[in-house]
């Protein structure tokens, strides 16, 4: 059972246009989304994150909106860039009750901006 | 300041061989993670350890798998008898609670493990 949906698997964008990476969940619980950028050969890195009491956040170019009812949260990427050329995972957790922290991955989207 | 470091990079094996992973969290982050990530897919949790408590092995696929943090800090992902399936990226993350109580992970570069 897959707890975060994450699309499109891929994406092309031309250099200066938004590119929008969706993300949906299913768990209620999850209160904290963070979005992860992965360049190959490394490992991913937190980009922005959001918890479910503001409805959007913005850090520069990126922007996380976030829908509680739709239990719905995506990314906006402004006057995308060529090196912002990467994989996208978006993510929730949430801590149990037993004090565990596991976040649950999106399967990631390939982001390529086109010069 | 120094990140999650893994080693080693890259690790080719044959098939039925045993594999030793390291992670080298960085100092003082209580959380460590283990990932698996083969190409193309998401993050496959493995498993996840948290102070002094009882490792989360939930995510480990087979009995295969193992892994241990030693003194609560450097960890070893040991792989038994290695199958084709097996081979991706393996990456190792670790976090420390933040002032909001949300938990940043820090991802290593990650070790790519092929088996022939």
């Known amino acids: 059972q897959q707890q975060v949906k994450q699309s499109p698997q891929s994406l092309i964008v031309q250099k200066g246009g938004i590119s929008i990476i969706n993300c949906a969940y299913e768990n209620t619980a999850f209160d904290y989304f963070p979005w992860y950028q992965q360049f190959p050969g490394k490992g991913p890195a937190l980009l922005i994150a959001i918890r479910p009491d503001v409805s959007e956040k913005k850090e520069g170019r990126f922007t996380i909106s976030f829908n509680k009812s739709a239990k719905q949260f995506s990314l906006h990427i402004m006057d995308s860039q060529p090196g912002d050329s990467a994989t996208y995972f978006c993510?929730?957790?949430?801590?149990?009750?037993?004090?565990?922290?596991?976040?649950?991955f999106g399967r990631g989207t390939s982001l390529i901006v086109h010069p | 300041g120094a990140g999650v470091s893994q080693s080693p990079s890259n690790k080719v094996t044959e098939k039925g061989k045993d594999v030793e992973l390291r992670c080298d969290p960085i100092s003082g982050h209580t959380a460590l993670y283990w990932y698996r990530q083969s190409l193309g897919q998401g993050l496959e949790f493995l498993i996840y350890?948290?102070?002094?408590?009882?490792?989360?092995k939930s995510g480990l696929p087979s009995d295969r798998f193992s892994a241990e943090r030693t003194g609560g800090s450097v960890s070893t992902l040991t792989i038994q008898r290695t199958q084709q399936e097996d081979s991706a990226v393996y990456l190792c993350?670790?976090?420390?609670?933040?002032?909001?109580?949300?938990?940043?992970?820090?991802f290593g570069p990650g070790t790519r493990l092929t088996v022939t």
């Open positions: 350890f948290q102070g002094n408590s009882a490792p989360d």
């Open positions: 993350a670790s976090s420390l609670k933040g002032l909001e109580g949300t938990y940043e992970q820090y």
């Open positions: 993510a929730a957790s949430h801590t149990t009750s037993g004090g565990s922290y596991i976040p649950t």
